[in-house]
């Protein structure tokens, strides 16, 4: 069974910097795509970022463009997140999940999800 564990959230003030850990094991990952999303109270899941296995590619939503930066370490099955910059409005619960299907921005295509990890941005 896949799993994936987040960590790394918490509370930062505006301008501050958080990085994010998604550890992932369960199967090879060889042929998946690890992506992380955000929801913030009242508001639709968003995609963040996402980046492939074996291949560097990275993915952004332009939102986070030039601030967030995504990264995988391969021998710890682990991918980051690191968010610079940080604005109120990047508060949320971050999540990261896993896909195989090359439809990178929709959630409904992500089939292995982690618990969550809350990130605040005080102003």
């Known amino acids: 069974q896949v799993q994936l564990v987040e960590s790394g959230g918490g509370l930062v003030q505006a301008g501050g910097s958080l990085r994010l850990s998604c550890a992932a094991s369960?199967?090879?990952?060889?042929?998946?795509?690890i992506g992380w999303f955000r929801q913030a109270p009242g508001k639709e899941r968003e995609f963040v970022a996402a980046?492939?296995?074996?291949?560097?590619?990275?993915y952004y939503a332009d939102s986070v463009k030039g601030r967030f930066t995504i990264s995988r370490d391969n021998a710890k099955n682990t991918v980051y997140l690191q968010m610079n910059s940080l604005k109120p409005e990047d508060t949320a619960v971050y999540y990261c999940?896993?896909?195989?299907?090359?439809?990178?921005?929709?959630?409904?295509?992500?089939?292995?999800w982690g618990q969550g990890t809350q990130v605040t941005v005080s102003s």
């Open positions: 999940a896993a896909t195989e299907s090359s439809l990178l921005g929709s959630d409904t295509f992500y089939d292995f």
């Open positions: 369960g199967c090879s990952f060889s042929t998946y795509t």
């Open positions: 980046i492939r296995w074996t291949v560097n590619r990275t």
